[in-house]
């Protein structure tokens, strides 16, 4: 247990300083929309594309990983569908549900695996990060056409936006670059890790910038639902398949830290965007953020 609060304890340390600073409004203006772009353009895909393109992805299980997390993640989307009515009231309630259930903090998850398994964890991270962010973000733009919040207009942008995604065009590369033994030659690989390096620091207080405690208020019986489902249901479905397909220890951890870890604080913006419940959305950021700091660290201690 001491070794997972050890680990874990200094990442929800800088999302409460990222807080603090954002009920501060401190430093002011739009400095960290503008970082936080920063980092899911720039930093984050230069982290990805180092940790793709040079990790020893020998002794990482791909398929076994692969059937746990997109197992998990299937299996969930396709319950909630079926519970639709039940979960939320309304159509664009439930898309945040849905958000809500199956996003996950990229940033606090490859934090976790680094912190908790140096560079055997970020080689899992990654392989984790190249089968789900595809996927989810699919599915979170599948369960806004199937609820019919969604124009044509916006489909064809979110579709586009999809392609160009950044996390997924860095890890196309990164495979690639892997794939093809090149690697990352010259100074490509240092400039890359120093590129890299900000990514998390700034990513992780700039979800804590990004909460909304005043929002909570409004979440009533989906709010609490939803977190429920994803902090409890998602991983424990998840730590069942690893043990199913006897997973190493290093990739359940991943697993369980990709799958117990609160929703993506970019689910907001793809409310807002696509027709969601931004205010609910914005509570089950903030609530799952809050309760991801114990009941995490838990999942990981049950696993062990």
Not at 186 to 204: C, D, F, K, Q
Request: net charge positive; aromatic share 8%; proline share 5%.
């Amino acid at each position: 247990m001491l070794a997972i609060q050890n680990a874990l304890g200094p990442l929800f340390a800088l999302i409460l300083f990222g807080a603090v600073l954002g009920r501060l409004n401190y430093p002011g203006g739009d400095f960290w929309p503008r970082a936080e772009r920063l980092v899911y353009y720039v930093f984050f895909p230069a982290l990805l594309v180092h940790t793709l393109a040079t990790a020893d992805v020998a002794d990482v299980p791909i398929a076994r990983l692969a059937l746990v997390c997109l197992g998990t993640i299937l299996a969930v989307a396709i319950g909630l569908w079926c519970l639709r009515r039940y979960l939320a009231r309304g159509d664009a309630a439930f898309t945040s549900v849905f958000q809500g259930a199956l996003r996950f903090n990229t940033y606090v998850a490859v934090a976790g695996a680094g912190a908790l398994h140096g560079q055997a964890g970020m080689a899992s991270a990654a392989v984790v990060i190249a089968l789900l962010v595809p996927t989810v973000n699919l599915l979170s733009v599948a369960c806004f056409i199937g609820v019919g919040t969604l124009g044509r207009r916006s489909l064809a942008r979110s579709l586009l936006e999809l392609v160009r995604n950044p996390l997924i065009l860095a890890c196309v590369v990164g495979i690639a670059l892997n794939a093809l033994h090149i690697g990352l030659p010259g100074w490509s690989g240092p400039l890359l890790e120093l590129v890299g390096r900000p990514a998390l620091p700034i990513g992780l207080i700039a979800v804590g910038v990004a909460l909304r405690p005043r929002y909570l208020v409004h979440g009533g019986r989906t709010l609490w639902l939803t977190s429920a489902v994803k902090l409890g249901l998602v991983p424990a479905l998840a730590m069942t398949l690893a043990w199913g397909m006897s997973l190493d220890p290093v990739s359940r951890d991943v697993v369980l830290l990709f799958t117990g870890i609160s929703t993506a604080t970019s689910a907001y913006i793809l409310a807002r965007q696509l027709g969601g419940d931004g205010e609910l959305m914005a509570a089950v950021i903030t609530l799952q953020t809050a309760l991801a700091m114990l009941t995490l660290p838990l999942w990981l201690l049950l696993a062990g």
